[in-house]
């Protein structure tokens, strides 16, 4: 192994090990917490993007930003509750990597006890030595790893390196994430049914099916939606079941980990495999799956607000979501490269979500995730 490969490796690992660590630091904080006015409510105040900031988003965004400065593996860091990026300028902390991250995803629902959780995206510069804005603005293709933390009724860990996904759950009793859900190769995890069907049985590997049975979307905005939106969850409305949590990182974290392919290792066999091959062995395994995964949508709409950002006292309106809500750098990417990796597929319906380049950091975008077939369809509602 090179030099230089081993320190892109050891970089990687560092930036990960750092949004790790800050992650269960974050929980173990909030669980610790003494007086609940500390944690629950409104500050008074806005981020950048208008929104109402929880005092727990001040919290998440200051211990992301503080640790991942003192790894000393990061230049650039783009925070959803930051107007500007963050360069970290001192040469002994600065790093090669950017990492652009939403601290606390959800927020709005900390008060009535709905999963959270930290959405993260990195990147790396194309020239250690002179970094710029070129190094910001740019494809999701460029992303080098990604991930999210859920806290809920337990803390997951999603993360991926471009080798698939690997699940981690946190362990509250000695503070570290367990691998629960490893990325195995298919057919490393065929002959693991067939030669250890036990072990099999306990492996939870996350991979996405080409379709599903469920969808996913806001549908109190349906009046809001485009046409092709509209004809899509017309479409799908009949024969799929509806489920909605209404917080990114929770929806996201059903469509991946449901389509994880449960086992009934029973009717796997060494027999079957001696007997007829693995061929038949592999299509008697598919038999064996129960698949469970949706769409999720969250489109661009034509919804109107009321705000009063800029004038106090006469109110104005303007379309919020004509683009789409999300924030493409730290929400869209990162989700959009983990749903690829786990077999699905990421679109606006016009084009893959990683194909896009924002034109500022705080820049917005709709988005479906899922499986691949579903997506399918949506987009041909596009191009009708």
Not at 222 to 236: A, C, I, L, Q, R
Not at 356 to 368: A, C, F, K, Q
């Amino acid at each position: 192994m090179s030099s230089t490969y081993g320190d892109e490796i050891r970089g990687k690992r560092m930036v990960f090990e750092t949004e790790v660590h800050t992650c269960v630091s974050f929980y173990l904080l909030f669980h610790t917490f003494s007086h609940i006015q500390l944690r629950l409510g409104l500050t008074g105040s806005s981020n950048v993007q208008g929104e109402d900031v929880k005092k727990l988003d001040v919290l998440a965004n200051d211990i992301f930003k503080n640790a991942l400065v003192a790894s000393g593996k990061c230049c650039f860091l783009v925070s959803e509750e930051d107007e500007r990026v963050m360069v970290i300028e001192d040469p002994s902390f600065r790093g090669k990597y950017i990492v652009t991250f939403d601290p606390l995803d959800g927020s709005s629902n900390i008060d009535c006890g709905v999963s959270i959780g930290t959405i993260f995206g990195i990147f790396k510069v194309h020239d250690d030595h002179a970094p710029g804005s070129k190094d910001i603005i740019r494809s999701g293709r460029d992303l080098v790893a990604a991930g999210y933390c859920m806290y809920g009724s337990y803390v997951e860990l999603i993360v991926s390196v471009g080798t698939g996904l690997h699940g981690f759950t946190l362990d509250p009793a000695i503070g570290e994430f367990i691998l629960t859900h490893p990325s195995v190769p298919m057919m490393s995890f065929y002959l693991l049914c067939i030669f250890f069907p036990k072990l099999a049985h306990s492996t939870k590997q996350i991979r996405i099916p080409s379709r599903g049975k469920i969808y996913s979307i806001n549908e109190g905005n349906y009046k809001y939606f485009d046409e092709p939106t509209k004809k899509y969850v017309d479409s799908v409305k009949t024969k799929y079941s509806a489920r909605y949590v209404g917080s990114m990182v929770a929806d996201v974290h059903r469509t991946v980990l449901y389509g994880e392919m449960i086992v009934f290792y029973t009717t796997v066999d060494v027999k079957t495999f001696l007997e007829h091959g693995l061929g038949q062995a592999v299509d008697n395994f598919h038999e064996s799956l129960m698949i469970f995964i949706c769409i999720f949508g969250y489109p661009a709409d034509s919804k109107v607000i009321l705000s009063t950002t800029f004038v106090d006292i006469v109110p104005y309106l303007f379309p919020r979501s004509k683009n789409g809500k999300l924030r493409i750098l730290y929400e869209v990417f990162p989700m959009a490269y983990l749903v690829e990796q786990a077999g699905g597929r990421a679109s606006t319906g016009k084009q893959d979500a990683l194909d896009i380049t924002p034109r500022h950091i705080h820049d917005r975008s709709g988005v479906w995730l899922g499986s691949a077939d579903d997506v399918a369809d949506l987009e041909a509602f596009y191009r009708a």
